[in-house]
Structures are given as C-alpha cells and as structure tokens.
C-alpha cells in the first residue's frame, strides 16, 4: 500500500499526505498529474488517496474505492488529518502496530 494525493493537490494535500505516510510507515508516492489507475499499474499495489475533505483507498484490484462514510468514521479521520487527538484511540490505549475494528 501507498500514499498519494488528490489529482488537484496543493501544497497542504501533499503536507497531509507525507504526515500519514510517516505516522503509518506507508510510502508516500508523488502524484505529479499520474492517473491513479497508472499508478496502480506501475506500483501494482493499492493506493490511498488524500483529498481536501476525504481519505479513500483504490483497490489495485477493484472497480470501487474503499472511503468512509460521512459518519463518526469521517469525523474520526478528519481529526486525524488534521493531526488533531482522537479520543477512542486514547480510550482505548492503541498504541502504534495494534489493529482495532471500529463498527460506529
């Protein structure tokens, strides 16, 4: 799995995008106007893109993209895009390398 950006990146896209590569250990892969179906060819990997107002995966073998709903989730991953603290993962005591399922 990979990191990028939106097609239309800006700086803060790309900002955003390095912060959860480092923070998870995922490569970050410059888009520069490369078509994520192209990079999912080239890399033969899946690819998680960083929008302005969403986070999505594109399956490398798939014809839908994996997001998050616009419900506690999305707010969950707002704040951690923003690199603000969330709370279920604090209450929860996660530490980094640990898996937790969150079905709200």
Known sequence: MMITTAGRSTSELITKAKKLSISYGIPYKERNGVPIEALK??????????????????????????????NLA????????????EP??????LKEGMSFLDCT
Do not use: C, T, W, Y
């Open 88 to 93: 279920l993962i604090r209450a929860a005591k």
């Open 41 to 70: 060819k080239r890399f033969q990997d899946d690819i998680i893109v960083v929008g302005k107002e969403r986070l999505f995966i594109s399956l490398l073998h798939g014809d839908s993209n994996l997001f998050f709903h616009p």
């Open 74 to 85: 999305m707010v969950r991953a707002k704040r951690m895009m923003k690199g603000e603290a």
